[in-house]
């Protein structure tokens, strides 16, 4: 891969433990890095005590990190990363574009979702609603505090330009942050997407006491599902075995710091879905984007009968036990 130049400034969009996670890779990479954040607590306690205490308390920022609550600000920076939650990036992207007069800014999309209504990937929005931007996808297995620790991490950076995929590596890369490069937008957010969704079923399967083997057979099964639909929708194998697309699935279905996972170990326990968000401050993509990836799935004629299980749970059309019986009620089959 040819070396690219770093961005000399960057906006981080999305002030939660992610975004806020990489802005400060970024901003320690000595980037001029910026975060937008919608709630004014984050903004002041990133400025005034380098901490987001909301959504990563406990962690030191850089001094240089500059929080801002100006989407026209961030806009006037050389590249973006967009890390606003799915269901609320349309009209985000809306407000940058108009702050960007139209430029063509390099926009590298790190929410993991589709768009719920349109049942579109976060790439299609971005075309839809800024045409003129240059898109990317950074996707993998990593956890937000790990990251921001500098714990050892790796993931997927797909660009369809290999310059622009060069630059964005250039800007986050770090020692302890290894981006892979790809040209393979399509695999790498659709990784992140259905990983979501495989892990509340995870969650279920550790909530309800079914054992460590059901977990790993349910982890193998929703694999295939990804790999049915990837291949449906154009996306490459070795994306979907890597780092975006098992990678990611292994983490967030195996460990209970993933909000997914312990939201499904929530509903496995026989919590209702209205009660353990209503605790949360954070978003589970998943609970989203399972109704939007049955339907991607029965549209592109894949298979995929534990994400529409984990759809129909989340809409409160079947209960887990209801699931559970159906899923094992299935005939047997080959397993290619």
Same mark, same amino acid.
């Given at each position: ?30 980037v ?39 989407l ?5 920076n050389?590249?973006? *990363? +967009? ?13 940058l574009?108009?702050?960007?007069n ?22 299609? @929005? ?22 921001? *620790? ?5 993931v ?13 590596v ?6 302890? +942050? ?18 979501? @969704? ?21 982890i ?5 599902? +990804?790999?049915?639909?990837? @291949? ?5 194998p ?10 990611? *699935?292994?983490l ?23 009660d ?15 109704g ?22 989340v809409?409160?059309?079947?209960t ?17």
């Open positions: 891969m040819k070396p690219g130049n770093p961005f000399a400034s960057l906006g981080v969009i999305g002030g939660g433990a992610w975004g806020t996670a990489l802005a400060s890779l970024c901003a320690a990479n000595g001029t890095t910026s975060l937008w954040a919608r709630e004014g607590a984050v903004i002041r306690t990133i400025n005034e005590r380098h901490e987001n205490t909301e959504f990563l308390p406990g962690v030191p920022l850089p001094e240089s990190l500059k929080a801002l609550d100006s026209g600000m961030a806009a006037e050389e590249a973006l *990363l +967009f890390v606003v939650p799915a269901q609320f990036a349309r009209p985000v992207l809306a407000e574009r108009a702050g960007a139209g430029r063509a800014l390099p926009v590298a999309l790190c929410s993991k979702g589709i768009e719920r209504d349109t049942g579109l990937l976060m790439t299609e @929005v971005l075309n839809e609603v800024w045409p003129e931007a240059e898109p990317a996808v950074l996707s993998g297995p990593s956890f937000a505090r790990d990251v921001a *620790l500098g714990l050892p991490t790796a997927t950076l797909a660009a369809a330009d290999p310059d622009l995929g060069a630059r964005w250039a800007t986050v890369g770090a020692p302890h +942050f290894r981006p892979y490069l790809s040209e393979d937008l399509t695999g790498a957010e659709l990784g992140g997407a259905v990983k979501n @969704v495989l892990a509340i079923a995870a969650g279920v399967v550790e909530g309800r006491g079914l054992g460590e083997s059901a977990r790993a057979a349910l193998a099964r929703g694999f295939a599902e +990804f790999q049915r639909l990837g @291949v449906a929708l154009g996306a490459k070795e994306t979907m075995a890597g780092l975006s697309g098992l990678g990611d *699935l292994i967030t279905a195996s460990s209970p710091q993933s909000r997914n996972m312990s939201l499904g170990a929530e509903l496995g326990k026989g919590r209702k879905l209205e353990i968000l209503a605790e949360r401050n954070t978003v589970s993509e998943g609970v989203a984007t399972a939007a990836i049955h339907a991607l799935a029965v549209k592109a004629g894949a298979e995929a009968p534990i994400c529409e299980a984990v759809a129909a749970l809409a409160g059309d079947m887990v036990d209801e699931i559970i019986a159906a899923l094992l009620a299935r005939p047997f089959r080959s397993e290619a």
